[in-house]
């Protein structure tokens, strides 16, 4: 038998997931406005739908993202290293309904009506110095029911364009465009 590769190994836990009916967090973007006070949000894609939240006052500080959005159970699939054990369960549990709930302003599109997403390299938040260039922020755009909503991610805690793109393409059930 050949071996998986990290792709496939995700989208088996994805139908893993389905099979028994369980939602589960997938992938993690970080959304801000300029210098963090604004309105800052989590992009949450599950097995099942894309869930955008608003972050909590604290949350909007001290969170540091996920390695180019990988969620800790999908990480855990995919990591060698890592053992079940030393992952805490309550840190890596998920709860939409919960997250919905807390907020009457937190967003659910089913990906059924997901139009599409375009992911965008943000060229105009470049940063260039002695040590070379950096990308400081990227851009989402949902397009849903005629609806267009849009979100600057910083690429400090989501990370590299490419990683983010591969992933959100590979994993996603939806068209994803990068422009």
Known sequence: ?????DAERILLFIEWCKKRKMEELILRLSSETTGGWGNNFFLDFTTN????????FFRKFADVGYIAGMAPYPYLVLSPKIKDSEIDKRSASFDPDAILSSNPNNLCFWYEEIEELLFRRGDETTV?????SVVQANFLTI?????????????????????????MRTLIPVPVKAI
């Not at 038998?1 to 590769?5: E, V």
């Not at 739908?49 to 909590?56: A, G, Q, T």
Request: no cysteine; hydrophobic share 35%.
């Open 1 to 5: 038998m050949k071996r998986l590769s």
């Open 49 to 56: 739908r894309l869930i955008v939240s608003k972050k909590n």
């Open 128 to 132: 260039h110095n002695m040590m070379g």
């Open 143 to 167: 397009k849903s029911k005629g609806k267009t909503f849009q979100f600057k991610l910083p690429a400090r805690k989501d990370g590299q364009f490419d990683k983010v793109y591969y992933w």
